[in-house]
């Protein structure tokens, strides 16, 4: 069983260029969410899904975007790198009873130059 | 609004002894969820335990257990019979208010098990 699976694992952007973090849960889960972490902060909600077609901001959504067409996918966009978005980013996936855990994926380390 | 504070930003234990990692929260919801996540050096977000606003025992997890005092507002993790493997990041989460069980952490405890 794979979980949550996150790709890429590394990656360099220059300031101004676009990429899409992938994540993809085989869980069958109605909940996604993308964190980001940074150092002495803990992890931050960005935005999140409570199902397919469905989407909200978070904590810190700005410069991100993202879309959620299957329940199995939830890519998260950056549309403009700057280099604030260095950071460890997360996805995670829930089921939807309020006593279960979130799964994480395990983290897309991004820096923008 | 709500607010999770974990007050020790680095503990030590030797190995084999007993540690507690602090966890305070605040919340006006009546219904709300705690968790703790274990972050090794390797990056990944481990769930060890969790414990509901309306559970009447202390969550326990093998050697995790969650010292849970509503009137207080705190959670702390009790780690048993510490062992080196446990040496990481441990942060404390609070279920938000939005509707996909949004975690709110805490900003982390780095414990160091010494041999």
């Known amino acids: 069983n794979a979980g949550v699976t996150q790709t890429p694992k590394f990656q360099v952007l220059k300031t101004g260029q676009s990429m899409t973090l992938q994540c993809a849960q085989d869980?069958?889960?109605?909940?996604m969410s993308w964190y980001r972490q940074d150092p002495g902060m803990g992890l931050r909600l960005i935005h999140y899904s409570v199902g397919a077609g469905i989407t909200d901001q978070g904590e810190v959504p700005n410069g991100y975007n993202v879309s959620r067409s299957t329940t199995e996918d939830f890519p998260l966009r950056l549309l403009s790198a700057a280099p604030s978005q260095t950071s460890v980013y997360f996805c995670?996936?829930?089921?939807?009873?309020?006593?279960?855990?979130?799964?994480f994926g395990q983290g897309t380390r991004l820096t923008v130059v | 609004a709500q607010k999770i504070t974990q007050t020790q930003p680095g503990m030590f234990v030797q190995e084999k002894e007993a540690v507690t990692l602090d966890c305070t929260y605040d919340t006006s919801d009546p219904s709300y969820g705690l968790f703790w996540y274990k972050q090794p050096s390797s990056g990944e977000m481990i769930f060890l335990i969790y414990?509901?606003?309306?559970?009447?025992q202390n969550a326990t997890e093998g050697r995790y257990s969650l010292n849970f005092q509503k009137a207080r507002k705190s959670a702390n993790l009790v780690i048993s019979a510490s062992q080196l493997g446990d040496s990481a990041m441990y942060f404390c989460a609070m279920r938000g208010r939005t509707g996909a069980n949004n975690l709110f952490f805490g900003t982390g405890t780095r414990l160091t098990v010494i041999p």
């Open positions: 414990q509901g606003s309306y559970d009447q």
């Open positions: 869980m069958n889960h109605e909940y």
């Open positions: 995670a996936s829930t089921a939807q009873r309020r006593n279960t855990e979130a799964f």
